[in-house]
């Protein structure tokens, strides 16, 4: 036992702990183990028959785990969370069989958020987006990427941005920016969507790289957004400003955007439903992680899956995200997301938990989470749960029990 106590500092002994590191690709799980937590960070890791030779002189606050399952904090690298308005509107509309295509193409889906936004003062679109981010909260996310692209105008971009930096300090999460500006053409610029490129590098994208709000440039690469041609030069602009970049491809069509993304060293390329083996190539060599998000497939009533096999068998990492935005995957929950995965895409519970985690982590190229080792952030959850299955097993059950941010409880049901 602790030799005097540190509100600090913890020993969570007898968990099951997922996700531990064992090599730089191998994961394992300890069927009994316990974890020390000191300073924010993971300080030790093991069976606990080894606890002994650790015991001496830590001063901490020891927490019995009872067996329960404990997984690093999960990870939503691709939301939307910050916006105006909501667009039930269109899904009732898609209920009688119109298209998401069509009903962008006839001035509502990203446009109609586009105008809402604008419209939204930067506190109320961080205090909307931040109440969602709750959801996500409950279930054990301790770190969150937003992007901006429902401004599709220097100020209102800039206010998206901003507001996702706000809800850092809102919440107890770690929040990660992309600037979206290559999402959808506005009105303003109907027919000039060279003319509106010229604007996202020359102007928007200077400005938001100008005030440190983006940590990654993502763009649109499809029928309805933007070309090959058009996202290679955003991708040229953020590389001249030092971002890295992600990209929205092959979700509706094929139009090589993952292989120019791979071209860019991308990290992650996202949705990926009509990626080809030849997408899957160049993935595979630029160490590009494969985003797959089931929410879209589903609220869009999909019937093309994104290549898993191919994925796996090219040894390309895949992540799994909600992809929450109010139009084509309105949701939020990320255990849902993963009962999703396994459901319509054919993933195992496990590799479910490794792409919140692990995976996630590499798309965001966080590299101190996302695995439970000594030296990572203490971003950790423990569930009312005895082993990874039944995280996804129940749709609608929320096992999260604990949850540790930077080594604090912020989270907890119940008793020890
Ligand atoms: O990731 N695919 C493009 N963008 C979003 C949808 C945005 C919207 O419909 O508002 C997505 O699914
Ligand atoms: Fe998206």
Redesign the pocket.
């Known amino acids: 036992m602790s030799k005097s106590t540190s509100p600090n500092n913890y020993r969570l002994i007898n968990a099951r702990l997922a996700v531990v590191v064992s090599s730089e690709t191998e994961h394992r799980s300890i069927a009994n183990g316990f974890v020390d937590i000191a300073n924010g960070v993971i300080s030790g890791v093991g069976e606990m028959s080894t606890l002994s030779q650790y015991n001496d002189e830590i001063s901490c606050q020891t927490i019995d785990c009872k067996g329960r399952l404990m997984t690093p904090g999960l990870i939503d690298c ?1 939301t ?1 969370l910050v ?1 105006g308005g909501a ?1 039930q509107n ?1 899904f009732e509309q898609r209920l009688t069989g119109l298209s ?1 295509e069509a009903i ?1 193409r006839s001035g509502g ?2 446009k109609s ?1 586009v105008a809402a936004t604008r419209k939204t003062s930067v506190d109320v679109l961080a205090q909307r987006a931040a109440e969602r981010l709750d959801c996500l909260l409950a279930e054990g996310v301790t770190t969150v990427e937003i ?1 901006s ?2 401004g599709l105008d220097t100020e209102t971009e800039l206010k998206m941005l901003s507001a996702a930096r706000k809800i850092e300090k809102m919440r107890a999460i770690d929040v990660k920016t992309s600037f ?1 500006g290559a ?2 053409l506005p009105d303003e610029y109907a027919g000039r969507s060279d003319e509106y490129i010229d604007h996202v590098c020359n102007d928007m994208l200077p400005a938001v790289a100008a005030q440190g709000l983006a940590d990654a440039v993502d763009g ?1 690469c ?1 029928g309805i ?1 933007f070309s090959c041609d058009q996202i290679e030069r955003v991708f040229k602009a953020a590389v001249l400003h030092g971002l890295p970049v992600k990209l ?1 491809a092959e ?2 069509s094929n139009l090589g955007g993952a292989a120019l993304a791979a071209r860019y060293g991308a990290m992650s390329v ?2 990926i439903e009509y990626l080809d083996q030849e997408g899957v190539d160049a993935i595979a060599a630029s160490g590009t992680v494969a985003t797959v ?1 089931p929410g ?1 497939f589903y609220y869009l009533n999909e019937s093309q899956k994104p290549p898993i096999q191919a994925l796996r068998d090219a040894g390309v990492p895949i992540a799994v995200a909600t ?1 929450h ?5 309105p949701l939020l929950s990320l255990l849902a997301t993963m009962n999703m995965v396994c459901v319509l895409f054919g993933l195992t519970p496990q590799e479910a938990l490794l792409s919140v985690t692990v995976n996630a982590a590499k798309a965001l190229r966080l590299e101190d989470r996302g695995v439970i080792a000594v030296g990572n952030k203490a971003d950790l959850v423990i569930w009312q749960a005895e082993a990874e299955v039944d995280l996804v097993y129940s749709l609608g059950k929320n096992p999260c029990h604990t949850v540790f941010k930077n080594g604090q409880i912020v989270l907890t049901k119940g008793e020890n």
């Open positions: 691709h939307h916006y667009r269109e998401y962008a889906g990203i958020t992007k692209g429902y979206l999402h959808a649109f499809e957004a929205h979700q509706l996202d949705h998000l879209a992809d935005n109010p139009g084509s995957s």
